[in-house]
């Protein structure tokens, strides 16, 4: 079956441009997850979602961050006026019991 | 501070030998370990999954092991083959209602050389 999608794959921004970032869950999965991957380094959690409920907002790195999930499907995770330090690869990831997390490819955000 | 360490950044292993990745953690509360691989350009993959009232579990090529009075997690992977060669990532969560986030470690890049 489908996995995890997610779109854009590649996006620029310029410093202070606003971006919007989609992940398309595998069906039918409760929880779905965004991480943030920093070169070199692991993921790091930044949000949980349970259906549309957003459970868990404690890794967002700031208040520029905002994600959503309004019909406990689709998920968008917004950056405002997008910093330097924004430049990761942001990771989606869903399940169906909350222990094994299966991930997208991600999106590659470069902020110039 | 690091809760969860992969202290080799880096693994060479010849085709058909065994690869040992390692991971260790400090937080008593993780009871549920994953590996995961992850090839250039895309997202992690999950492999191989063991909870903490289990010591071993095997799958294929792929054996897990956890040694949890050492906080230790490693991933065993016999015969190693060139498509192996990629980022591991060990990554765990807590026990209890409401733990659900992934604590990953920073990788192992293997490289299996045929």
């Known amino acids: 079956g489908a996995g995890v999608s997610q779109s854009p794959r590649y996006k620029v921004a310029k410093r202070g441009q606003d971006v919007a970032l989609r992940c398309d869950p595998i069906?039918?999965?409760?929880?779905l997850f965004w991480y943030q991957q920093a070169l070199g380094q692991g993921p790091e959690f930044l949000t949980y979602?349970?259906?549309?409920?957003?459970?868990?907002k404690s890794g967002l790195p700031s208040d520029r961050f905002f994600a959503e999930r309004p019909e406990g499907s689709v998920s968008t995770l917004k950056i405002q006026r997008t910093q330097q330090e924004d430049s990761a690869v942001y990771l989606c990831?869903?399940?169906?019991?909350?222990?094994?997390?299966?991930f997208g490819p991600g999106t590659r955000l470069t902020v110039l | 501070d690091q809760q969860v360490k992969q202290n080799s950044p880096s693994l060479s292993v010849q085709e058909g030998r065994i690869s040992i990745l390692n991971c260790d953690y400090t937080?008593?509360?993780?009871?549920?370990f994953l590996w995961y691989k992850k090839y250039p350009a895309e997202g992690p993959t999950f492999l191989i999954s063991?909870?903490?009232?289990?010591d071993k579990n095997e799958d294929g090529r792929f054996t897990v092991f956890l040694n949890k009075s050492a906080k230790h997690l490693s991933l065993h992977i016999v015969p190693s083959q060139p498509g192996d060669s990629a980022v591991y990532f060990c990554?765990?969560?807590?026990?209890?209602?409401?733990?659900?986030?992934?604590?990953f470690g920073k990788g192992t890049k293997l490289s299996v050389i045929p």
């Open positions: 990831a869903s399940s169906s019991n909350s222990d094994t997390q299966y």
């Open positions: 069906s039918g999965h409760v929880s």
């Open positions: 979602f349970q259906n549309e409920a957003q459970l868990d």
């Open positions: 937080n008593s509360m993780f009871d549920y």
């Open positions: 063991i909870s903490s009232i289990k």
């Open positions: 990554a765990m969560k807590s026990k209890g209602a409401g733990s659900y986030q992934l604590t």
